[in-house]
């Protein structure tokens, strides 16, 4: 199935090596002239300390930040758009490809459009619900204690607790979202999702695994044969890994779709 929806794979290769193209120049743009401005490390310390002040000063006192602030806040919205739009093509052509008609990506888009945007954009809401009380409680641990506070053992708790409540919301809502695309109710893909949750949660943990597995025997292979090999396994991996990101859609709508044949 991931094979037959190769085309797709390329489109969100290029979506993807587009978005991280535009990044890098947004990033680039931002830390090449700091570090023209850096002071030489063989200058006294007091440079140093100087730039940090002037920078520190115009942070907090000036709006030098607001136009990288709102780009990085309209790349993010763009890709809040893109992504599920993205999503309910390929669900979509999942569950009515056929050997005959092909994949039905555009269709996807066209016509499952708004519940699958609506459920990713509530999956994000649940996500990061948790970080509104994590995240000041990690920085304030973070400048009592430092790095030793937010290694302790209820910070790594509240942490592996975050972690696991992250992996339930979105299997849990990307088996909602296949039923979006199948035209089965809310409740009806939630009670399906629920019995199939094991399973569910085994074969992305399985298929998560296959791709980390992946990326360190490229990273090993690059470390090791340093040079043009290197550099054509690292541009090709992006490939691999958007190829391994359907593969794991594929498997994950298999998964599900059992529940309803049995």
Same mark, same amino acid.
């Given at each position: 199935?991931?094979?037959? @929806?190769?085309?797709?794979?390329?489109?969100?290769?290029?979506?993807?090596?587009?978005?991280?193209?535009?990044?890098? %120049?947004?990033?680039?743009?931002?830390?090449?002239?700091?570090?023209?401005?850096?002071?030489?490390?063989?200058?006294?310390?007091?440079?140093?300390?100087?730039?940090?002040?002037?920078?520190?000063?115009?942070?907090?006192?000036?709006?030098?930040? @607001?136009?990288?602030?709102?780009?990085?806040?309209?790349?993010?919205?763009?890709?809040?758009?893109?992504?599920?739009?993205?999503?309910?093509?390929?669900?979509?052509?999942? %569950?009515?490809?056929?050997?005959?008609?092909?994949?039905?990506?555009?269709?996807?888009? %066209?016509?499952?459009?708004?519940?699958?945007?609506?459920?990713?954009?509530?999956?994000?809401?649940?996500?990061?619900?948790?970080?509104?009380?994590?995240?000041?409680?990690?920085? @304030?641990?973070?400048?009592?204690?430092?790095?030793?506070?937010?290694?302790?053992?209820?910070?790594?708790?509240?942490?592996?607790?975050?972690?696991?409540?992250?992996?339930?919301?979105?299997?849990?809502?990307?088996?909602?979202?296949?039923?979006?695309?199948?035209?089965?109710?809310?409740?009806?893909?939630?009670?399906?999702?629920?019995?199939?949750?094991?399973?569910?949660?085994?074969?992305?943990?399985?298929?998560?695994?296959?791709?980390?597995?992946?990326?360190?025997?490229?990273?090993?292979?690059?470390?090791?044969?340093?040079?043009?090999?290197?550099?054509?396994? @690292?541009?090709?991996?992006?490939?691999?890994?958007?190829?391994?990101?359907?593969?794991?859609?594929?498997?994950?709508?298999?998964?599900?779709?059992?529940?309803?044949?049995?």
């Amino acid at each position: 199935m991931s094979i037959k @929806h190769f085309y797709i794979v390329i489109l969100l290769f290029l979506y993807q090596l587009l978005c991280g193209f535009f990044l890098y %120049r947004f990033v680039d743009s931002i830390v090449v002239p700091l570090l023209k401005r850096y002071p030489d490390t063989l200058q006294s310390q007091s440079t140093v300390h100087l730039f940090i002040t002037e920078a520190q000063f115009q942070l907090m006192k000036t709006d030098i930040l @607001h136009p990288y602030l709102w780009t990085l806040g309209i790349l993010f919205g763009i890709r809040m758009l893109m992504t599920p739009l993205i999503n309910a093509g390929l669900f979509y052509s999942l %569950r009515n490809a056929t050997d005959e008609g092909g994949t039905r990506f555009f269709e996807g888009i %066209r016509r499952a459009w708004k519940p699958v945007t609506l459920l990713y954009w509530i999956t994000l809401l649940l996500i990061a619900a948790p970080g509104w009380w994590l995240l000041p409680r990690g920085f @304030h641990i973070l400048t009592q204690y430092g790095l030793s506070g937010l290694l302790s053992t209820n910070m790594l708790l509240w942490a592996g607790g975050w972690l696991i409540w992250i992996i339930v919301v979105h299997l849990l809502f990307l088996g909602m979202q296949f039923g979006a695309v199948a035209g089965v109710s809310l409740m009806s893909s939630l009670s399906q999702t629920l019995s199939r949750l094991a399973p569910l949660a085994a074969i992305t943990v399985t298929m998560w695994a296959i791709g980390i597995l992946i990326g360190l025997t490229v990273s090993t292979v690059s470390y090791i044969w340093a040079g043009l090999l290197a550099l054509v396994l @690292h541009q090709g991996y992006h490939l691999i890994r958007t190829l391994v990101k359907v593969w794991t859609t594929a498997s994950q709508y298999e998964t599900w779709q059992a529940g309803s044949d049995s």
